[in-house]
T-cell receptor, first 113, second 111 residues
């Protein structure tokens, strides 16, 4: 879905580095989400935001932080990256007025050495 | 909170046969049940969904059924084709918007 974009698409970093993953959407949705997917596993919710002033922790928020800079932008930061944060990260959006369907970005593949 | 269990974890079917994936949920307040298909290295994409006021929904070769009393829902794929090979995720959501995903089912369609 080209309406939800993520940058970078791939990132290699070293243990201890701080990195930021960015998500932008042109769908006009208020709700945005960050998920993590480990190889062969399902999606785990890291953080979610129902509007610019609303930020909530998900299942696995430890080691992560987020910033909702605007309705269209939701960034995920790894304060001090560690190897077990190597995963595929997805951003998603939804609009409660259009039902609960979530639309996913293309993903960011992160490798922490 | 909501807990969603999905079975089987892997499913191998012959091309042309049917595939069935089953999910159960724990929270009776959940009222929306989407199914996502994820091809290797790509994003999850919605393929079909069902709301709690509906028992069955079809879209060409795929269908979803919901049993609210038993708190389970299923995805049915008929006349499977090689392009149906992917990981399928079920999910359950309450009206306030937080999705809980199942662990996924790897479907392999063999010619």
């Amino acid at each position: 879905d080209a309406d939800v974009t993520q940058t970078p698409r791939n990132r290699i970093t070293k243990t201890g580095k701080r990195i930021m993953l960015e998500c932008s959407q042109t769908k006009g949705h208020d709700r945005m989400y960050w998920y993590r997917q480990d190889p062969g596993l399902g999606l785990q919710l890291i953080y979610y935001s129902f509007d610019v002033k609303d930020i909530n922790k998900g299942e696995i928020s430890d080691g992560y932080s987020v910033s909702r800079q605007a309705q269209a932008k939701f960034s995920l930061s790894l304060e001090s990256a560690i190897p077990n944060q190597t995963a595929l990260y997805f951003c998603a959006t939804s609009d409660p007025g259009q039902g609960a369907t979530q639309y996913f970005g293309p993903g960011t593949r992160l490798l922490v050495l | 909170g909501e807990n969603v269990e999905q079975h089987p974890s892997t499913l191998s079917v012959q091309e042309g046969d049917s595939a069935v994936i089953k999910c159960t949920y724990s929270d009776s307040a959940s009222n929306y049940f989407p199914w996502y298909k994820q091809e290797l290295g790509k994003r999850p994409q919605l393929i079909i969904d069902i709301r709690s006021n509906v028992g069955e929904k079809k879209d060409q070769r795929i269908a979803v059924t919901l049993n609210k009393t038993a708190k389970h829902f299923s995805l049915h794929i008929t006349e499977t084709q090689p392009e149906d090979s992917a990981v399928y995720f079920c999910a359950a959501i309450q009206s306030w918007g937080k999705l809980q995903f199942g662990a996924g089912t790897q479907v392999v369609v063999t010619p």
